[in-house]
């Protein structure tokens, strides 16, 4: 199996897990939107890391990859994104601006996820 897949799926899992806990916590306090909200945030921010591997393997498989395929890429993807969570955000207040924090903890999720395993095969060789 694919190391970015299995990356992937447990940050997915993560996330499931962490949109569950968040709609547990905010349900308790009787403020279900919110954690409505935090959730779809998570499945925003996994929305994009997906289209951003699909970008990133199709522009590199084409024959001849380009930096400013990739970056237009993710500027419109990046800029439909924001505009999109600006928007349900303002129109849902005050809730909504849980998107912002669950957007927020995925990508710290998918960090994490990347950055952690990278260091600790950098220390067993050193």
Not at 47 to 64: F, G, K, P, Q, Y
Not at 91 to 101: A, D, K, L, N, S
């Amino acid at each position: 199996m694919d190391v970015n897949k299995l990356r992937m799926r447990r940050a997915t899992a993560i996330a499931i897990a962490i949109g569950v806990l968040a709609l547990m916590a905010t349900g308790a306090l009787d403020r279900w939107l919110l954690g409505v909200f935090m959730s779809a945030g998570l499945a925003l921010g996994w929305l994009n890391a997906r289209l951003t591997w699909m970008s990133i393997v199709r522009i590199t498989d084409a024959e001849t990859p380009s930096k400013q395929k990739l970056a237009l890429s993710s500027a419109s993807r990046l800029l439909i994104l924001t505009a999109l969570s600006i928007v349900i955000a303002y129109f849902t207040r005050p809730y909504g601006v849980g998107i912002f924090f669950g957007l927020a903890v995925f990508q710290l999720i998918l960090i994490l996820h990347t950055v952690v395993p990278e260091v600790k095969g950098l220390r067993q060789q050193s």
